[in-house]
């Protein structure tokens, strides 16, 4: 069941910006902590960036200082402000719900993932 849908994902031109939205169920967003990962073609799934219920959060090194994770607990909704996106940052990007204390820790409930495409 849908539980988990992701949005925002386009094409940008290198250096652009994109905002992506992931939209939870209230039992979902109710977990320990939200997270987004992305997955190019011919590579694995990879952790981009945590959230916890309080606020805390966790990024990879690759997008430190350009992505941005946030949530409103309202809206039950988990955002990914991506800056200066690069070539490398094009991936399908997926939102979760899971644990985190000291790495996060995945739970089996994914959205269908949001496409972003970013040209040099």
Do not use: H
Request: proline share 2%.
């Amino acid at each position: 069941q849908v539980q988990l849908v992701e949005s925002g994902g386009g094409l940008v031109q290198a250096g652009g910006s994109l905002r992506l939205s992931c939209a939870a169920s209230r039992s979902i967003f109710s977990r320990n902590a939200m997270a987004w990962y992305r997955q190019a073609p011919g590579k694995q799934r990879e952790l981009v960036a945590v959230i916890t219920s309080g606020g805390r959060t966790n990024y990879a090194d690759s997008v430190k200082g350009r992505f941005s994770i946030s949530r409103d607990n309202a809206k039950t909704t988990v955002y990914l402000q991506m800056n200066s996106l690069k070539p490398e940052d094009t991936a399908v990007y997926y939102c979760n719900a899971g644990i985190y204390v000291t790495t996060f820790d995945p739970g089996n409930y994914w959205g269908q993932g949001t496409q972003v495409t970013v040209s040099s």
